[in-house]
């Protein structure tokens, strides 16, 4: 059974810090590349950050570089996004995600959300004041 499961979100105010986690199986995390994708209000889902397989190459939308960081700890079979100098439109619900068929990081969150096999429950983080 594939495992993805986000846990993290919720209420921060304008300006904080929040650290979403996607635990999932090691072969997964060893096998492919993993990712955070996000869907707000009324918007599609899109890529944020993906991490490779190798975990040597990250990759990060324009809207979110130089705010968020996304990592992983093998011993814990967990990726990490540490968000910070959070917006409200960084509002939506955040979805951990791999492909099959990926392997590299930037390929995975360039690839459109219906083409992606794998997705979490996803995590709702909420910026406001």
């Known amino acids: 059974q594939v495992q993805l499961v986000e846990s993290g979100g919720e209420l921060v105010q304008p300006g904080g810090s929040l650290r979403l986690s996607c635990t999932t199986s090691?072969?997964?995390?060893?096998?492919?590349?993993i990712g955070w994708f996000r869907q707000a209000p009324g918007k599609e889902r899109e890529g944020v950050s993906c991490?490779?397989?190798?975990?040597?190459?990250?990759y990060y939308a324009d809207s979110v570089k130089g705010r968020f960081t996304i990592s992983r700890d093998n011993a814990k079979s967990t990726v990490y996004l540490q968000m910070n100098s959070l917006k409200p439109e960084d509002t939506a619900v955040y979805y951990c995600?791999?492909?099959?068929?990926?392997?590299?990081?930037?390929?995975?969150?360039?690839?459109?959300?219906?083409?992606?096999?794998?997705w979490g429950k996803g995590t709702l983080v909420t910026v406001s004041s």
């Open positions: 991490i490779s397989r190798s975990a040597g190459s990250t």
């Open positions: 995600v791999f492909d099959i068929s990926i392997d590299e990081g930037q390929r995975l969150c360039a690839t459109p959300d219906y083409n992606i096999n794998y």
């Open positions: 090691e072969l997964i995390l060893n096998t492919y590349a």
